[in-house]
């Protein structure tokens, strides 16, 4: 198994984060913006490196998600991805243990988005399709997300779900879920 840094925001160098933000952005080919990775940070990072190159990294931030009349404590995930050369190793699933772990032990819940090349990742490592109706609590109220609503996925912990509910995130800009 690979070895895993675990570490906070607060306790990564700048250069750390340059590695794990440039590594992000070649995983996504591009498509990883400023506030996708303004939502990986403030939480914890799981890292893998090889020599002095970061090859694989997620993060579990706080957020509140409103489900059944309660603002849950959740670990929510950001910034999965492995270098392409190192696909298939074992990496993502090293990182998403040492995720798993903080998710457990901090929150009532686990909740991510997925790309639609990782859903099937996610739901072999025990993580369950949201299937009721997605929602933010935006500045002018609660809106419907309908197009995330296929690409949610939660890691029950303490909190009573029923995955045919209604689920609403906390605002942020960028993508909201
Ligand atoms: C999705 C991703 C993080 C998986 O990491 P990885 O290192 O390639 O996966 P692993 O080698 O750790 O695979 C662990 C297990 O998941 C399975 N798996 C991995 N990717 C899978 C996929 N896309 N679909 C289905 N199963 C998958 C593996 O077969 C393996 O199964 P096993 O435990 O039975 O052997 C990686 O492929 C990636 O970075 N993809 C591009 C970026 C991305 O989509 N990130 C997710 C954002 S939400």
């Known amino acids: 198994m690979a070895h895993v840094q675990l570490a906070h925001t ?11 933000r440039a590594l992000l952005v070649h995983v996504f080919e591009g498509d990883f913006v400023d506030a996708d990775w303004e939502h990986s940070l403030g939480g914890m990072h799981a ?3 090889d020599g002095s190159e970061v090859v694989a990294h997620g993060s579990v931030i706080q957020r509140r998600l409103l489900h059944a009349g309660r603002a849950l404590r959740t670990g929510y995930v950001e910034g999965v991805g492995v270098h392409p ?14 995720l798993e772990r903080v998710v457990r032990r901090a929150y009532v819940l686990g909740a991510l988005g997925a790309t639609d090349e990782a859903a099937a990742f996610y ?11 997605s929602s933010a609590l935006t500045p002018d109220g609660v809106r419907r997300t309908e197009d ?11 909190a009573a779900l029923d995955l045919d509910g209604q689920l609403t995130c906390d605002w942020r800009d960028g993508d909201v879920w």
């Open 10 to 20: 607060a306790d990564l160098d700048p250069e750390v984060m340059r590695a794990a």
């Open 47 to 49: 890292l893998v490196w």
């Open 85 to 98: 050369d190192r696909q298939g190793r074992g990496l993502g699933a090293a990182v998403m243990e040492a």
């Open 123 to 133: 739901a072999h490592r025990g993580w369950q399709l949201w299937r009721g109706p």
């Open 148 to 158: 995330e609503d296929a690409a949610l996925y939660v890691l029950p912990v303490a």
